[in-house]
């Protein structure tokens, strides 16, 4: 199963967006990245993929702060298909936990009344 995304219409510049389910089922829209260029911002978390297996979930104060963090990521980038953003979230280390075991959430199907 590859992640459903979704792009705006008229909106070429904006990531599509990949809807994950964490291990406790919530829902996150995350950002599709390319990875051949992603740049990472001081406050949001990645997932880095391969396929439909994360690899790596963390954001730079992970990478700063934590060698084991740090040595996970380059191992992940090594094998990595996909990466994919969230903005900010509030409970960052609660998300993080989400995150790690998550799986593209099923798709949407629409129903007859």
């Not at 979704?6 to 089922?25: I, V």
């Not at 990466?83 to 280390?93: I, K, N, T």
């Not at 989400?98 to 629409?110: H, Y």
């Amino acid at each position: 199963m590859v992640p459903r995304t979704s792009l705006p219409r008229g909106d070429a510049h904006r990531p599509a967006l990949s809807h994950w389910q964490g291990q406790s089922g919530r829902d996150y829209g995350l950002s599709a990245e390319r990875l051949d260029s992603f740049a990472m911002t001081e406050t949001d978390l990645y997932l880095i993929a391969q396929g439909n297996h994360v690899l790596w979930v963390g954001s730079t104060e992970d990478l700063v702060a934590d060698p084991m963090s740090r040595t996970r990521f380059r191992l992940a980038l090594d094998c990595a298909t996909n990466v994919f953003r969230l903005p900010a979230p509030e409970h960052r280390l609660s998300t993080i936990w989400d995150l790690e075991q998550a799986v593209p959430a099923p798709a949407l199907v629409a129903q007859a009344a």
